[in-house]
């Protein structure tokens, strides 16, 4: 007997079976959903703001790098590099948090001369998510 048939004859006999077993088929779904939404809540996290922008050609060298991301940070575990077109690394000093902004990781910059300069950023997460990603921006000969 197939299921349709069976559904067709209870809900026949009993006309809140047919509710009821309407509703189980909702039940996956409903999980699936809720698997869907915690997965969610505890994604990586990702840029939502840099400075300099990605892409983006400047007249004027930068005196740090600041990336917002779409939730909290932690020191420990992430990082920020810039390394020239030649491939050196730039900065100094490792990343940090500051202060009152637990999403924005930041990392102060020398003095850059113009050329091509490529960020790499590590992001870690309270719950433990690590994501990473780079971008470039140039600065503009004068």
């Known amino acids: 007997m197939n299921a349709h048939r069976l559904n067709t004859m209870l809900s026949d006999e009993f006309p809140s079976a047919r509710l009821l077993t309407g509703l189980t088929s909702l039940v996956p779904a409903g999980v699936l959903l809720g698997l869907l939404i915690s997965s969610m809540a505890s994604a990586h996290c990702w840029p939502v703001d840099q400075s300099p922008s990605v892409g983006s050609t400047l007249e004027n060298a930068p005196s740090e790098i600041r990336i917002r991301f779409s939730q909290p940070v932690r020191e420990a575990g992430s990082t920020l590099l810039v390394k020239n077109d030649e491939g050196d690394r730039v900065e100094t000093a490792p990343a ?47």
Do not use: C, N
Request: no cysteine; hydrophobic share 30%; proline share 9%.
């Open 96 to 142: 940090r948090r500051p202060d009152e902004e637990s999403d924005v990781l930041m990392i102060s910059l020398p003095p850059l001369t113009p050329g091509r300069y490529q960020v790499w950023w590590t992001a870690m997460t309270f719950d433990g998510h690590q994501s990473e990603g780079d971008y470039f921006f140039s600065i503009r000969s004068k």
